[in-house]
């Protein structure tokens, strides 16, 4: 009967061992990121993210689109060169989306809109930005650390 106790006691051991340890991998929260789109005087936009700089692994964005009138995108993807060289089309005012690689976000957010999304980054610096025709030209973009800044 010990045996089986040892035996028993061994497996609940084990199973409790095997299942702690996703359980701690999991519980790491994710980073918290706030992106405001604002819409501004003299046709001049914006988009706002704080903090700047976060470590790699899961993140989640808040993403508020504070214009009274005006759809609103984020947009972002790991990029070297600096926020404002996106390839642009001039004829349609927007970045040229399939000439950045691994280009993500959340589109089309309606006025006063606001969504939470989570995505899971690698270290590099980023670009976020606004799609929509004229306002990545209009100051809606901006540079965006994951990981150590270089």
């Known amino acids: ?11 609940l051991a084990c199973a409790a061992i095997l299942l702690a ?6 519980a790491s929260e994710p980073a918290k990121v706030v992106v405001k789109l604002v819409d501004g005087g003299n046709g001049h936009m914006s988009l706002v993210i704080s903090p700047k700089q976060i470590p ?6 808040t993403i508020e689109n504070q214009s009274g009138t005006i759809k609103h995108e984020f947009l972002f993807a790991r990029w070297q060169k600096p926020d404002g060289a996106l390839p642009y089309d001039e004829k349609t005012q ?3 989306e399939d000439a950045v690689k691994g280009l993500e976000g959340v589109e089309d957010l309606r006025p006063h809109e606001s969504v939470t999304a989570q995505f899971t980054l690698s270290k590099g610096r980023y670009v976020v930005f606004c799609n929509e025709p004229g306002h990545y030209r209009s100051g809606m973009h901006a540079d ?3 990981g150590s800044a270089r």
């Not at 009967?1 to 497996?11: A, F, G, H, Y």
């Open 144 to 146: 965006f650390i994951v």
């Open 94 to 96: 927007q970045v040229q």
């Open 1 to 11: 009967m010990s045996k089986r106790l040892t035996w028993s006691t061994s497996l």
């Open 21 to 26: 340890a996703p359980l701690g991998a999991a």
């Open 56 to 61: 790699p692994g899961p993140v989640e964005f």
